[in-house]
């Protein structure tokens, strides 16, 4: 059976690196028929848990490099997203969070095709499982495509905006056009609300996905579009699954990797794609962020370390593994998530309550004092500051940023430093979208993005 999965991998691996392949597999081949078999495939934690988007992250403003550490990139891609170019990825360039998150698409679209041909018998639980799970992971791989590749949601413009190619067939021989971006969020909207009907409330492991995973991923989503009363019934749901919050008082703050991978606070564990640019050996934090960490907050010691010459690094990945950062989905996200929506839609109350219920487990024993607002643009700001600073490297940054640079009171322009040259990203800049991979471009005619 593992022969099967190895050999449609490698197939499907080819078949996202372009839309155009001449591919014709010798149908003789033995391909995966079984609910077992689609769930290997799914269990490919490597491939389908791996390789969440991280441009954006690279892109964004929690870290920068040193000017030694910037020549000795080995890509020009990297040294193009740290300064925001114009250019980013060079011709024949394999841009891995494109061609790895429709390796995923692909993929799912497989199991979803191979399910038709099973019947669901006694094992309707796995069958739904497996279904589910697919039906997940498509979504989340054109959620995160999106937030990268096409234009932030505006209701106004999102019908005509160019979204991303929803392949939802694994035949390699046809040709996706964009879609819009209302069509791409549609798309992904609608495989959770099926993926939800499927799911277990609770993964048996947490590489697979699960009700209050959706749950959390379509409070996320929808605090992006920012459709607050949505996100926050999807919060509430996904918390009255599972709310409980891992207490930082339990952690080793002198632990080189101090959080296991599987965690109190991990509802859906997934890793990003790794990049030069967010090594934890060389990322240095940036240092008006970190000065926001109070001594008593268990997060100062946890989180960071000290570098050469004073800097600090980043150490606090729920991935279990200096070589990635966490990009899955957590339970302290849901708390923070779910302030946020409470506090614009006026329940400053409630808002404060769930800030204050994170924080008290972050914070050393006996020290925290809740905070209170003053009024609900005072308990916003607060909410947002702690949002930054209990979601750094997380993949959710950017963004963080496209939504809240359409709001003057936090819309932020990026600088670098390289070389003695300044360079900026002003707030709702066309650099907020990534450009599409060349060889996609001349291989499939898809429109590319203005730059």
């Avoid at 995966?32 to 390789?51: C, K, R, S």
């Avoid at 964004?60 to 990297?78: E, F, M, P, V, W």
């Avoid at 040259?421 to 907020?432: F, T």
Wanted: charged letters at 25%; glycine letters at 6%; a neutral charge.
């Amino acid at each position: 059976m593992m022969k099967r999965v190895f050999f449609l991998a490698l197939i499907i691996f080819l078949s996202a690196c372009t839309e155009k392949l001449d591919i014709k597999p010798d149908q003789s081949l033995n391909v995966p028929e079984t609910v077992a078999d689609f769930q290997a495939m799914l269990d490919n934690v490597e491939v389908i848990n791996g390789f969440i988007p991280s441009y954006g992250e690279a892109g964004s403003d929690n870290y920068y490099i040193t000017d030694t550490r910037y020549n000795g990139l080995a890509a020009n891609s990297d040294r193009n997203t740290y300064i925001w170019a114009k250019d980013i990825f060079p011709v024949n360039y394999v841009a891995a969070d494109w061609v790895y998150g429709y390796v995923r698409v692909n993929y799912c679209n497989l199991v979803l095709e191979g399910l038709e041909h099973v019947s669901t018998g006694i094992g309707a639980a796995a069958y739904n499982n497996v279904k589910g799970s697919a039906l997940f992971f498509r979504a989340f791989s054109f959620y995160t495509l999106a937030g990268e590749f096409c234009k932030p949601y505006d209701s106004t413009a999102a019908a005509t905006d160019p979204g991303i190619p929803l392949r939802t067939k694994s035949d390699v021989q046809i040709i996706y056009q964009r879609a819009s971006v209302k069509a791409t969020y549609e798309q992904v909207l609608a495989d959770l609300a099926m993926a939800a009907e499927l799911l277990p409330d609770i993964a048996t492991v947490k590489t697979r996905p699960s009700k209050a995973a959706v749950y959390g991923l379509l409070a996320r989503i929808h605090i992006s579009l920012k459709n607050y009363q949505e996100a926050l019934e999807y919060a509430n749901l996904s918390l009255a699954i599972y709310h409980k919050l891992l207490d930082y008082n339990t952690i080793d703050p002198g632990s080189s990797l101090p959080f296991d991978m599987f965690n109190d606070d991990v509802l859906f564990f997934a890793k990003l794609t790794p990049t030069s640019l967010l090594r934890m050996s060389s990322a240095i934090v940036d240092s008006m962020l970190y000065k926001q960490y109070q001594d008593n907050d268990l997060r100062k010691s946890i989180f960071f370390r000290d570098g050469p010459g004073g800097i600090k690094l980043f150490k606090g990945t729920y991935s279990g593994n200096s070589l990635f950062h966490f990009g899955g989905i957590g339970v302290d996200e849901m708390y923070i998530n779910r302030a946020e929506c409470y506090v614009r839609l006026g329940d400053v109350a409630h808002a404060m309550e769930d800030l204050n219920t994170l924080l008290r487990t972050r914070w050393k024993s006996g020290t925290y004092t809740d905070m209170t607002a003053v009024d609900a643009d005072d308990a916003l700001e607060k909410i947002l500051t702690e949002r930054r600073k209990e979601l750094l490297f997380r993949g959710l940054r950017w963004v963080d940023l496209r939504r809240l640079n359409k709001d003057p009171r936090f819309a932020k322009t990026l600088t670098r430093m390289v070389k003695g040259s300044v360079y900026q990203l002003p707030p709702n800049d066309v650099r907020y979208v990534y450009p599409i991979p060349e060889d996609e471009v001349r291989l499939s005619g898809i429109e590319q993005n203005a730059r």
